[in-house]
T-cell receptor, first 119, second 114 residues
């Protein structure tokens, strides 16, 4: 399995709702990421997990709450979002960043994303 | 922090011609440079990457070159086909282990005319 699977593919939520985005990979990757992508823009990093521990939070508002229950799963919990949070949310994973040898790469594998609309 | 510039924002080529997309980066410590292709409705897909200890890398019709002195790297696509039409993002990263971060360029929309 060489894929990152994201569910749901589309999500419409109200500003008072609580919802969760899910991401799963079975490639043995120990780094997982959440990115946000607005239309015609590059992906913007939100969070990095390494060995199930949060290693980077790019000053993301607390209405976004990440969780990494195990090495294969990554969740993004959403609460009290604003319409401007509407975007494509991408999950990615990469190899164990420690111990990469010469010639190896830390290329990310991205999922297809969740298209989120906040109304 | 790292800043990656990608120009132009759009590129149109005739099928069969070559396409070259250029990026510059600001942090001389960056040591990993991937290129991603993103088709409509899909996530970015890694198409080729290069590390700073290599000047050029090829994979069939795709090649990437890196000039560390000038801090720029380029994607070369030969014999372009309509299915190469997509948005292409370059990125740069300083590999530091657990805290590796990719910084993306703004992306270029490549159109291959049949």
């Amino acid at each position: 399995d060489t894929e990152v699977t994201q569910t749901p593919k589309h999500l419409v939520m109200g500003m008072t709702n609580k919802k969760s985005l899910k991401c799963e990979q079975h490639m043995g990757h120990r780094a997982m990421y959440w990115y946000k992508q607005k239309a015609k823009k590059p992906p913007e990093l939100m969070f990095v997990y390494s060995y199930e521990k949060l290693s980077i939070n790019e000053s993301v508002p607390s209405r976004f709450s990440p969780e990494c229950p195990n090495s294969s799963l990554l969740n993004l919990h959403l609460h009290a979002l604003q319409p401007e949070d509407s975007a494509l949310y991408l999950c990615a994973s990469s190899q164990n960043l420690f111990g990469l040898g010469f010639g190896q790469t830390n290329g990310y594998t991205f999922g297809s994303g969740t298209r989120l609309t906040v109304v | 922090g790292e800043n990656v510039e990608q120009h132009p924002s759009t590129l149109s080529v005739q099928e069969g011609d070559s396409a070259v997309i250029k990026c510059t980066y600001s942090d001389s410590a960056s040591n990993y440079f991937p290129w991603y292709k993103q088709e409509l409705g899909k996530g970015p897909q890694l198409i080729i990457d290069i590390r700073s200890n290599v000047g050029e890398k090829k994979d069939q019709r795709i090649a990437v070159t890196l000039n560390k002195t000038a801090k720029h790297f380029s994607l070369h696509i030969t014999e372009t086909q309509p299915e190469d039409s997509a948005v292409y993002f370059c990125a740069a990263s300083l590999y530091t282990g657990a805290n590796s971060k990719l910084t993306f360029g703004k992306g270029i929309t490549l159109s291959v005319r049949p």
